[in-house]
């Protein structure tokens, strides 16, 4: 599997994007996958990460109510829809696929996603 992120951009406070991650392979429906940010200076952190189905997602508190994390599988494409983007929400955006799991409770731990995609930039003004 390959991960090509997407949808990055410079938008004001407020305002939207949506994030696209196109995965190449076989084995896309069959794994979890995730959406991890990193601001200049900081760690990687959890964002959202969605089951292989599509049927459980997890969010950070701190998107919880703004973001959206979605999967087509018939697309191999996982989606990170924004609203209400902040100052604070700008970063570098990772997409992560978890090749050695399939839990029906997908992991927030960025340790545990073995594939990345090179990451698109998000730069909210305020």
């Known amino acids: 599997v390959q991960l090509q992120a997407s949808g990055g951009g410079l938008v004001q406070a407020g305002g939207s994007l949506r994030l696209s991650c196109a995965a190449s392979?076989?084995?896309?429906?069959?794994?979890?996958m995730g959406w991890f940010r990193q601001a200049p200076g900081k760690e990687r952190e959890f964002v959202a990460v969605?089951?292989?189905?599509?049927?459980?997602?997890r969010y950070a508190d701190s998107v919880k109510g703004r973001f959206t994390i979605s999967r087509d599988n018939t697309k191999k494409t996982m989606f990170l829809q924004m609203n209400s983007l902040k100052p604070e929400d700008t970063a570098v955006y990772y997409c992560?696929?978890?090749?050695?799991?399939?839990?029906?409770?997908?992991?927030?731990?960025?340790?545990?996603?073995?594939?990345w995609g090179q990451g698109t930039l998000v730069t909210v003004s305020s």
């Open positions: 992560g696929a978890d090749l050695s799991r399939s839990n029906s409770w997908p992991s927030i731990r960025a340790a545990d996603y073995d594939l």
């Open positions: 392979g076989p084995t896309f429906s069959i794994i979890n």
């Open positions: 969605i089951t292989r189905s599509g049927g459980t997602t």
